[in-house]
């Protein structure tokens, strides 16, 4: 079945950077984009960006330019996002999603941003 | 960006009741394809968000048939037939058809 196996949680100080990564199964990994949201404790959920795995190309949301990259390893079907100057406001669960539909959905990676 | 509400924010439902949540867009969501981008999706406490309906009323395969998606242009709705209680959780509906995609900011679904 179709899967997306995300890295473990991270612990980073603020001004640091995190990578996580998603792992797919199930489907050619090339077809479809990798999509990344994020979701603060208690809060919604909010879209980040998408790679796509057969260009490389990506799109990011404009709260995140410049701090922000996504990209992928075609080879062992993995996608990352790696975001950087963390503050305490980018504590949250970030997930990443296949396709421009949204599914299916990875498990999740806390990432935590404390001093 | 489009801005996406919802309503009621909190539902507190009976077993076996029916139950509604309404979306609304501030723009239409009919593509210039002629398809209509808006899906909701279910969290569960503790889990990822799961998608149960895309394109309007299209149901996920696997996703009970109590849940139903209906609406055009910027008012949509899902509709639960007869809440159980594995249905608790929040749930949100989101655009595809501009970019950036959006969410709504969640409903909340409880058993009463």
């Known amino acids: 079945q179709v899967q997306l196996v995300q890295s473990g949680a991270e612990v980073k100080k603020p001004g640091a950077s995190v990578k996580v990564s998603c792992t797919a199964s199930g489907y050619t990994f090339s077809t479809y984009e990798i999509n990344w949201v994020r979701q603060a404790t208690g809060q919604g959920l909010e879209w980040m960006g998408w790679?796509?795995?057969?260009?490389?190309?990506?799109a990011y949301s404009q709260n995140f330019l410049g701090r922000v990259a996504m990209t992928r390893n075609i080879s062992i079907n993995t996608a990352y996002m790696e975001l950087t100057s963390l503050t305490s406001e980018d504590t949250a669960v970030y997930y990443c999603?296949?396709?421009?539909?949204?599914?299916?959905w990875g498990q999740g990676t806390l990432v935590t941003v404390s001093s | 960006d489009v801005v996406m509400a919802q309503s009621p924010l909190s539902l507190s439902v009976t077993l076996g009741k029916p139950a509604s949540i309404s979306c609304k867009s501030s723009q239409s969501l009919v593509h210039s394809d002629g398809n209509t981008y808006l899906n909701w999706f279910q969290q569960r406490p503790g889990q990822s968000p799961r998608r149960l309906i895309y394109?309007?009323?299209n149901r996920d395969s696997g996703v009970p048939d109590r849940f139903s998606g209906s609406g055009s242009g910027t008012d949509f709705t899902l509709k639960v037939s007869r809440v159980e209680a594995e249905d608790v959780g929040i749930y949100y509906c989101m655009q595809g058809t501009h970019w950036p995609p959006t969410f709504g900011p969640g409903t909340k679904v409880e058993i009463k």
């Open positions: 394109k309007v009323s």
């Open positions: 790679v796509n795995p057969h260009s490389g190309d990506t």
């Open positions: 999603a296949r396709s421009a539909g949204f599914d299916p």
